[in-house]
T-cell receptor, first 115, second 110 residues
Framework: NAGVTQTPKFQVLKTGQSMTLQCAQDMNHEYMSWYRQDPGMGLRLIHY???????DQGEVPNGYNVSRSTTEDFPLRLLSAAPSQTSVYFC??????????????FGEGSRLTVL | DAKTTQPNSMESNEEEPVHLPCNHSTISGTDYIHWYRQLPSQGPEYVIHGLTSNVNNRMASLAIAEDRKSSTLILHRATLRDAAVYYC???????????FGKGTLLTVNP
């Protein structure tokens, strides 16, 4: 049981390049989220999904796209990378959506640097 | 979600209890209090959560004030592995949209 798996762990991009951060979970969780964490800061929600085919924007969605074609996978796409997107990205999943229920499981993170 | 206030940092000694405070004075009656922690170079991990009553699990205890305006995460015997950033979150919404502030950086001295 791997939990939440993120790839790649490290990536360096040039400004304007595009890439996809992969996230997969093997716990059959309906709900998945992407966060970013900047140095000395908490985590900010980028996008989330409440099930296959359903996604919505979080606090900082600009510059990112997501899709959810399967329950297991929730990739995050950077369309045209900018230095402001240099950050550590975390994917998370949970089984339950109700208030106060459902532990949020996080991946180990993907560290992205945009030059 | 109610705003939470935590100290930026705290220190403790190994094998001693640690009390991590959190203030959430604007909490609503249906908001839960969640605690997560983030070890160095890892993603956050769940610690404990509660609504009104004190809660215990294998990792920690959560003591919630009677007026619910504050809470305390208690680590009964700190180990070096407990050195992490601890996040207190007050949320009335779904867990997949939790808001993480800056948290408290806990240093454990050997």
């Amino acid at each position: 049981n791997a939990g939440v798996t993120q790839t790649p762990k490290f990536q360096v991009l040039k400004t304007g390049q595009s890439m996809t951060l992969q996230c997969a979970q093997d716990m059959n969780h309906e709900y998945m989220s992407w966060y970013r964490q900047d140095p000395g800061m908490g985590l900010r929600l980028i996008h989330y999904s409440v099930g296959a085919g359903i996604t919505d924007q979080g606090e900082v969605p600009n510059g990112y796209n997501v899709s959810r074609s399967t329950t297991e996978d929730f990739p995050l796409r950077l369309l045209s990378a900018a230095p402001s997107q240099t950050s550590v990205y975390f994917c998370a999943s949970t089984a339950a959506a109700g208030r106060g229920t459902g532990e949020l499981f996080f991946g180990e993170g993907s560290r992205l640097t945009v030059l | 979600d109610a705003k939470t206030t935590q100290p930026n940092s705290m220190e403790s000694n190994e094998e001693e209890p640690v009390h991590l405070p959190c203030n959430h004075s604007t909490i609503s009656g249906t908001d839960y209090i969640h605690w997560y922690r983030q070890l160095p170079s890892q993603g956050p991990e769940y610690v404990i959560h509660g609504l009104t009553s004190n809660v215990n699990n294998r990792m920690a205890s959560l003591a919630i004030a009677e007026d619910r305006k504050s809470s305390t995460l208690i680590l009964h015997r700190a180990t070096l592995r407990d050195a992490a950033v601890y996040y207190c979150i007050s949320s009335g919404g779904s867990n997949y949209k939790l808001t993480f502030g800056k948290g408290t950086l806990l240093t454990v001295n050997p």
